[in-house]
């Protein structure tokens, strides 16, 4: 194949990235926003950049399964998200934060420095990782190449792999020119970007699936056959088996490392954070975020053993996944691995120097310009947009320097473990600021300054005097000859690899420094403020807008002559309009501008250059008071106590409204019972009235007429007498059931024989029977068990039953049958009778007390109407119920259940 | 046996009637019409008004005691007041409002005490009212005086 077409493949890919990119913006342009989860979730496999592709094959070829550790750290953290990406998005949303650096300034007082220091240290940590990418790239192109030419033309090429090299980080500068500085406005998310990134990260894995599926199953004959193969081969099967005593110690590092690098390099805080339009889709992406980790990470192991097999050692492992295919003679396969390499390393270098010439152009080169009070009466937006074209210029510039002099002689992930120890350093001021309101910014310098001290002294100095740029004894024997000092094995601790090492040491002294400094200083009111804020940003992020602590004196005009600087006229017009129609205000008018209004234009100046130069620009025009702490404090608190103290009254209001209510609903039923109570009273009355009529007037009559015939007589004073009884009877049944629903009276548990209590029941009922020539028959299931229970108080609800069935049955042909049996652990009794039966509409109520007399109300009542009202509490004490059948045919079936398994305590 | 014998005079009604009404062609007695559905009770009445000299006339329910008015236009009716069917009110209400029977006096007799139900009692045109238990003297007393 000639050079060319490969070169042409590159160009005419960055092509379709660019119209991929462009579609999608003009998408969202007219529907909106419209990133998916999905696509965000995606858009973080920017994570797998060449070292993933490339790099990953080579490490497990050299060091065994260790590459995967790198992986596992975000899969790992990847729940946390939740707790850690979710704030910190809130707060970069609530505070116009566009990049890391900004954020640690914020945090961290608004301090310019601190951001300019973060993006500095971020700049040189992550120029050795653009660089491999460039690496990667001509290697890989330079592999291809190699296999394509006869020998002589190929040594004629070695020469010129800087050639190459330089022609693509040329091509992938324009690119990110082109790409990354389209429009100054920062905050609003860059749709086109994450889409390409989305759809470079499918590229990515399906060129790796395919490859790695190709080379699995067409060169070998599946996993089985190349770990079966490898078997035999003592080199590879060392990689399946941690290596060393300390290979756990590098285990946990490269873990930690990777974890936090995943949140923190410059890039994931990008397409993380900054892109982020929905903080629900963290969702999706903790979980589709690590199965895309899994996806690309499977068919590593069986191509780096299959290198190993089939090309020996001699050849760079980063590249077995080309050498293979090319080997085999596959170009296609061969080209897509390519296309799948490429695309890893220009996603990352897209979103990486985006990320880092925002950072470079807000926090260092803006903050100088303003700070020099050399702002032009001109339109800055253009200025912004030139520094980072700038700042573009100069990272390719340096990453190619890093590339040509360092980065050549060492492997993909060594380098890259270099930026990731960079990446790291942020995270104990990130997690800190986020978590412990005591973080100070001089605490925050402290643990910057020594982490990255450390970082380069351990891991980048090596590097230097690898290529040879500082003397070879510095590395030796430790500078000055010192060698507790020596950068490879700090303090003399030795027999653990460097690498880890300098991780381990950089991350102690940055965390040490970080909280001791924090714990002996002490924080400025700014600090305070937003350290507050920042902790607790759930409790305030509603509230921020309209609480913004700011006190000072500037006219509207004066706001609006700023942002027409920054803005151009068109745009501040725009946004102002906009604002002054919802909150009826002029910004042409010589008015104070309230602290609303500052805040706003402070916003709309942050999303161009950054919220620190921003803060930098509002204080430098408006003339501003000094804020003490306790001003601040008590600003904040004012607003959020309204907002607590008014959700506090609503919550009392409906405690109150609910109570009220409670009460209500308790008063209804006193009322009822009172009223229940009341005629209870009065049906008792009543029904003792009636004997008690007939009792008076026969005992008067008796006393005042002397000539009364002997049976006339007689006949009054039996009467006199069954009226007494009923009365007592009446009494009786009243005291009872009061006893029983007052639980004065207690059920007399005993061993009950079913059969005793029916036939005492039968022997007291058979005497009606008989009288009224009603037909008496009893059925007993055989072999009963006993059971515990009251014997005279069930016997009294059998007689009232029976009885009852009796009263109601027609006389001479009554039939009145009464059945026991045991089902399923419950005693049933049931008594049929042949009589009048028991209208539907009664029976719900037929066992309330003398609801006889009620339902009857025009007539007297048959009996003293408590008897069903009796032998339902009885049956209920035993954890029973007693029930009027539905569907009786003719008369009336009462049914009675009684557990017979529970032994009733009453 | 006795008491059986008792029982069905009270009881029903049509024998009490017939037995009644072979007296009523000799005497001029002013006549009263007792109602209850309390066997007992009417026991009693009968016992008293007879003794007092009246032609008593017995119904057990509310219908009985508008067809016995109906036919024999009593002086006074001794009114019980729940009943099965037609109530005591009832009864009431069709002899004070029935010109041929207005003059007929009545006694409401009930076990119904409280003052709503004896207000309405005089409100549907009793002529008095007597709660139960009620005595026996006093009955025979207010009804002396009342058809005196």
Partial sequence: MPWGFTFLLSVFYLLLLFGIAIIAERRANKKGSNISASAYSLSLAVYCTAWTFYGSIGRAANSGIEFLAIYIGPTLVAPLWWVIMRKIIRICRVQNITNIADFIAARYGKNATLGALVAIFMVLGIVPYISIQIKAITDSYYTLLQNNQKADTAYLLRGSVEGISLYFACLLAVFSLWFGTRTPQTTRHNVGMVMTIAFESIIKLVAFLVVGGYITYSVFDGFGDIFGQAQHYTAAKDMLLMSSSHAYFNWFILVLLSGMAVMFLPRQFQVAVVENTDEKHLDKAIWLFPLYLLLINIFVLPIALGGKLLLGSNINADNYMLSITLYKGNYWVAYLAYLGGFSAATGMIIVETIALSLMLSNNVLMPILVKSNRIPDHYLGGVALNMRRISILALFAISYLYYYVVANHYSLVSIGLISFAAAAQLAPIVIGGIFWKRGTQIGAFGGLLSGFGVWAYTLVLPTLVNAKLLPQTWLSDGIGGLSIFKPTALWGVSGIDSLEQAIFWSLFFNVFVYIGVSLVTRQKSIEHNQAELFVDIFKYSDIYESAVVWKGTATLRDIKDMLVNFLGQQKTEELLTKYAERYQIDWNENEQADSRSVAFAETQLASIVGSTSARIVVSSLIEEEHISVDEVVAMLQESQQLLISNQELKAQTEELFDVTEELQRINVKLKEKDIQKDEFLYTVTHELRTPLTSIRALSEILYDYDDIERDERRHFIATIIKEAERMTRLITQVLDLEKLESGAEKLQMSEVEIVDIIDDAIDVVQQLANEKKVALSVNIAPFLPLFMGDKDKLIQVLVNLLSNAVKFCPADNGLVNLTALVKEKMLEIVVIDNGTGIPKEYKERIFDKFYQAQMLNKSKPNGSGLGLAISKKIVDLHGGKIWVEDNAPQGAIFTLQIPIARLIVP | ?148
């Avoid at chain 2, 007879?50 to 009114?79: C, M, Q, T, W």
Wanted: hydrophobic content about 45%; proline content about 3%; charged content about 25%.
């Fill in chain 2, 1 to 148: 046996m006795a008491k059986i014998c008792y029982y069905a005079k009270y009881s029903v009604t049509f024998a009490a009637n017939f037995n009644l009404l072979s007296t009523q062609f000799f005497t001029m007695k002013q006549k009263v019409l007792i109602v209850d559905d309390e066997p007992d009770i009417l026991m009693t009445l009968d016992f008293l008004m007879r003794k007092a000299g009246y032609e008593v006339f017995i119904g057990r329910d509310g219908a009985e005691a508008i067809e016995l008015v109906k036919e024999h236009s009593p002086n006074l009716v001794i009114l019980d007041i729940m009943m099965p069917n037609v109530d005591g009110y009832e009864v009431c209400q069709f002899i004070k409002q029935t010109a041929d029977y207005r003059h007929s006096k009545v006694i409401f007799l009930s076990a119904k005490g409280k003052e709503v139900d004896i207000a309405r009692g005089y409100a549907v045109g009793a002529d008095f009212y007597m709660p139960k238990p009620f005595s026996s003297r006093d009955l025979v007393k207010k009804v002396k005086e009342m058809l005196a």
